[in-house]
């Protein structure tokens, strides 16, 4: 099969791209390389990609214009491109996020309807819950985002469920909750409390650290997206995709401490608009629909996520 991966320098899209490519599958990976980190960080996740002659990058703005060649003969598109935080989509920068959200998967659901019978595997966001009202969340809960990111997704989302219904789109979207694991976005939280912690330097927790997430470590993703490629019955529809392993970020932080043996150095900043108190996933559905079963618990892998960024060729985040 040839598959186009979006945003496939990303974090989790370097893993679906080499989880494809360790398939036997040919992969067209497209990245804009947003300025949400380094490119050099960026062009180091695909470092394995590169390594197969089945791989091939194009440098795209998939909000720009005709994507009609990437799609052609394509019999998967992963959809992870996007302009990603919660804390960063107030203000000046939401035009980045329509256009990077919104537009971009606009354009890319108009490819694909025009010009592929794709199965199109869309990455949403539990940041389309907002403060939901039970847990754990199913999916009918009513959509409530919180921030402008939020928002996107969801309008994103929407757009998948359109062309599903009006113009055929294979489309099936994931809600996915909290990813982490190695090449984790450095703006993320793990990777910032590991690197200060490691550096001995003060870790900066925004609200009182009681906050719960549902963390879903990426090698778990990657099996969702994968199975959401060629499960049947599934176009049309949305799966959370949660790790199974609620904690509170004061938990994860002892777990850090335990791990690089040494006390850390812990400063409260109020609450940031758009943060939630609580995630948690259903995954009934997935578990159904997809065989999706979470096997990595949050003290493996955040073990696996303290080891790639301590390892001696690790990217220098700021």
């Known amino acids: 099969m040839r598959a186009l991966v979006t945003g496939c320098a990303g974090f989790i899209g370097s893993h679906v791209t080499e989880a494809l490519l360790g398939a036997g599958h040919d992969v067209v990976g497209v990245d804009c390389f947003n300025d949400n980190y380094a490119r050099r960080e960026k062009l180091a996740n695909l470092d394995q990609a590169r390594d ?83 847990f754990p969340t199913r999916e009918d809960a009513l959509p409530r985002p919180l921030s402008p990111y939020g928002v996107t997704k969801l309008d994103a989302e929407h757009l998948c469920s359109l062309y599903h219904a009006h113009q055929g789109v294979r489309a099936v979207s994931l809600r996915l ?46 099996d969702a997206v994968l199975s959401a490629a060629v499960a049947e019955g599934v176009e049309g529809r949305v799966y959370n995709i949660g790790g199974g392993s609620q904690a509170s970020v004061n938990e994860a932080l002892a777990r850090i401490r335990e791990m690089l043996g040494r006390s850390l150095d812990i400063e409260h900043a109020p609450p940031e608009a758009g943060d939630v108190r609580s995630t948690g996933a259903d995954t009934a559905r997935a578990r159904a629909d997809l065989g999706f079963r979470p096997t990595t618990t949050l003290a493996d892998g955040l073990a696996a996520h303290v080891a790639w960024i301590l390892r001696e060729d690790a990217p220098a985040y700021p």
């Open 177 to 222: 909750f909290s990813v982490y694991g190695p090449r984790q976005r450095p703006d993320m939280a793990f990777g910032r409390f590991i690197r200060a912690a490691a550096a001995g330097e003060p870790i900066r927790v925004f609200g009182d650290g009681e906050q719960r997430r549902d963390f879903t470590f990426v090698g778990d993703v990657v």
């Open 52 to 134: 197969f002659s089945a791989f091939e990058f194009v440098p795209v703005d998939l909000a720009r214009g005709d994507l009609a060649d990437l799609v052609a003969g394509c019999g998967l598109v992963v959809h992870l491109a996007a302009e990603p935080g919660v804390r960063q989509s107030w203000g000046d920068r939401f035009d980045a996020y329509l256009r990077n959200n919104v537009m971009a998967t606009h354009q890319l659901l108009r490819a694909v309807a025009s010009h592929s019978d794709a199965r199109l595997v869309y990455a949403s966001s539990s940041s389309v819950y907002g403060q939901a009202e039970t």
